[in-house]
């Protein structure tokens, strides 16, 4: 690491050494961190994995009460969780928070259930944030174990929405807007050009991520490399053993979906696909996910709105339907 990556490690783990209590993981993310002159109104973004969120909300009450909306706050930690687990994605966001002369946003989730997301993308809510480039505040050896299964999932499952050809910057996109599929706010409360802009501004990083997935791939038959212009590019098999192969490298809540189990209560593993066509597992992919983020994202949009209070959510919104208008009209 550089100085200057370290130094600025060291800034963004500010509000963990000096405001908040403890943590098991921790990461950083934002727009803010993607430009050198980020936009004054721009957050810095955290989630937090801790062993005991009720444990860890009663001694955030403690020292930071008005980090919660004063209803929130009288109501005590229980109902902070259970907000969190009930209501929204099993995480829990505190934004606009003061931080020195920054303002900041930090989520809050059971460190088992960001395992558990991560590796069978049961909400398909914040493994869809772990498959971008994050800052690493404080590292966790089981959820980079199993952001490992989530990287090659994400990687599997561009796969098969892509054409025969595409570029290194396409898969990446691609990747990245797996979590905005079907994502209620992308229609009126995010920039129209968020995708791009995270592949732009995290190039790098994303390349340091999946370059070694893809090496994989090629050594296996599925990826061919050639280049376009100064671009990387790749032709894919399409025959269909690589889209089994593919298919079943997917979380078991897209594969029972092409086997017909979805079922209230469908815990079995199932054994290995065979698809037909790449056509035919795209649309699975496509479908399942597009559902899952939605669920996810009004779940956790609702869980905001009544958490945070009327002003705080009526600000956050703002915002971003502000950023999303700007978008839309430059």
């Known amino acids: 690491m550089d100085t200057a990556a370290a130094g600025r490690a060291l800034e963004l783990a500010g509000p963990l050494r000096d405001l908040l209590p403890p943590v098991d993981f921790c990461c950083a993310y934002g727009s803010s961190l993607l430009h050198a002159r980020p936009d004054e109104t721009s957050m810095v973004d955290y989630i937090l994995g801790v062993a005991d969120p009720l444990q860890w909300h009663s001694q955030n009450l403690e020292r930071n009460p008005e980090h919660y909306s004063s209803w929130m706050a009288r109501r005590g930690p229980g109902a902070v969780t259970w907000f969190a687990d009930r209501v929204g994605a099993g995480v829990y966001f505190n934004p606009f928070v003061q931080w020195r002369d920054k303002r900041i946003k930090y989520g809050v989730v059971g460190i088992k259930d960001l395992a558990m997301d991560v590796l069978t993308w049961d909400r398909f809510y914040l493994s869809g944030r772990l498959q971008k480039p994050v800052h690493v505040l404080v590292d966790n050896w089981d959820i980079r174990k199993v952001n490992t299964v989530n990287l090659k999932m994400a990687t599997s499952a561009s796969l ?91 979380p078991w809540i897209i594969q029972r979906k092409l086997q017909g189990r979805l079922t209230s209560n469908s815990k079995e593993m199932p054994t290995h696909a065979i698809v037909a066509s790449k056509d035919m597992a795209a649309r699975y992919v496509r479908t399942v996910l597009r559902r899952r983020v939605m669920v996810s994202s009004a779940r956790q949009a609702v869980c905001g709105l009544l958490a945070s209070g009327g002003a705080v959510a009526a600000r956050y919104m703002g915002k971003k339907m502000s950023k999303a208008w700007k978008s839309r009209t430059s």
Do not use: H, N, W
């Open 160 to 250: 098969l929405l892509l054409p025969e050809e595409f570029t290194e910057y396409d898969l990446y996109a691609k990747i990245c807007s797996l979590s905005y599929m079907g994502d209620l706010r992308m229609l009126f409360a995010e920039d129209k050009d968020k995708v791009k802009k995270i592949v732009e501004g995290s190039f790098q990083p994303f390349q340091l991520m999946y370059r070694p997935l893809l090496q994989e791939y090629i050594s296996d038959g599925i990826l061919k490399t050639s280049t376009y212009g100064q671009q990387k590019a790749f032709k894919q098999d399409c025959g269909v053993s690589a889209t089994s192969e593919l298919f079943s490298s997917l």
